[in-house]
């Protein structure tokens, strides 16, 4: 942690209160001016503070960035997001994890913007990436899995986003809609979205896309989604702290992951139809080739879905779009 991030830490934890610059400067064993060198630095990045007369800093406002170091003042986790590529705008930050990953990043690496002018999701439609309102991420993650197994990752992702977001807004309820997406009051919050770098049966990196509206407001959202999409801070009724969600969730992953490598999905299926509004539903499910309804009875071990048909029989879905009937 650099001297500058330190000194942020301890202004933050004096929550509101002044800190005096000599005393900063003698436990840090530095200078007064570079304590003041330090501040202008913070300055510069969005932070603000008072000085009060004989007593010191105060910090009265930190910015809503997603800076690494203010990622980083929230993050508890051994590997995930200890290396972070902040970009202003992007095409897409997929785009960008597939040539880091390439070009042997590490496992955890994360790659976030502002902007994207070529957010995609699923297929080729695209993702609206709105200027500084969301989270728009992927995380290069290096599981020792094979590919096959690698194929029920987003359910993990899914669940690793919904606890974050749960931990944080007490009132809110994400909701999973099999496979790829969170809803909240029936509308789309998240999307994920998971691509894969594999040489025969070994994974070398999944490119872990997540796309979370947070802070937009109604009139943010173009007219195409405006009727089925919501933000974090529409739901949850305040601004939403990025950089405390990014490593919240960052953590949560870690975790999960973990739990995935080591004991496969079967771990984590219970949470998962906890936190699904798929299952026990009618639904429509549209495939490349197909559309046919059931209902939507379970998850197997391997994460693949599970539907009834009208004349009892079991159809096993492992990819498409599923509209909830009722
Ligand atoms: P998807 O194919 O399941 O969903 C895409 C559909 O969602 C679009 O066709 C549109 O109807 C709707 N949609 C588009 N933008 C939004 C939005 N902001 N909020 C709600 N609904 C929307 C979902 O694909 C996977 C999305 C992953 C996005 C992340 S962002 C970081 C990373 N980089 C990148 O280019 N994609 C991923």
């Known amino acids: 942690i650099s001297m500058k991030d330190e000194i942020l830490k301890r202004l933050l934890a004096a929550n509101g209160e002044a800190v005096s610059g000599q005393e900063l400067a003698d436990s840090l064993g530095v200078s007064r001016t570079a304590i003041w060198k330090h501040m202008q630095t913070l300055q510069e990045e969005g932070y603000i503070f008072e000085t009060v007369k004989k007593k010191g800093y105060m910090l009265t406002g930190v910015p809503n960035s997603l800076s690494p170091t203010q990622i980083e003042l929230f993050l508890n986790t051994k590997r995930f997001g200890r290396e972070i590529h902040h970009f202003d705008v992007v095409d897409s930050t997929q785009t960008i994890a597939h040539k880091l990953a390439q070009e042997g990043a590490p496992n955890g690496t994360v790659i976030i913007a502002e902007d994207q002018t070529a957010g995609r999701g699923r297929m080729t439609r695209m993702w609206e990436s709105t200027h500084g309102t969301g989270i728009w991420m992927t995380i290069i993650v290096r599981p020792d899995v094979s590919p096959q197994q690698a194929s029920s990752f987003t359910l993990v992702v899914a669940v690793a986003v919904t606890m974050a977001i749960k931990t944080l807004y007490k009132n809110v309820e994400p909701a999973i809609k099999w496979p790829n997406d969170l809803l909240i009051n029936g509308k789309k919050c998240t999307g994920i979205l998971t691509e894969m770098q594999a040489e025969a049966d070994l994974v070398q990196a999944l490119l872990v896309g997540i ?54 999905f079967a771990s984590i299926k219970k949470l998962w139809e906890e936190m699904s509004c798929t299952i026990g539903q009618r639904i429509e499910v549209t495939t490349i080739r197909e559309r046919f309804e059931g209902i939507a009875s379970g998850i197997t071990d391997e994460g693949v879905l599970q539907l009834t048909q009208a004349d009892g029989t079991i159809r096993t879905i492992y990819s498409g779009d599923i509209k909830i009937l009722s």
């Open 211 to 264: 796309g979370i509206n947070a802070n937009q407001v109604e009139t943010d959202f173009s007219p195409d989604i405006s009727d089925k999409a919501t933000s974090l801070r529409l739901e949850a009724g305040e601004e939403i702290n990025r950089a405390a969600l990014v490593a919240t969730i960052l953590q949560y992953l870690e975790q999960f992951t973990d739990l995935f490598v080591n004991e496969g």
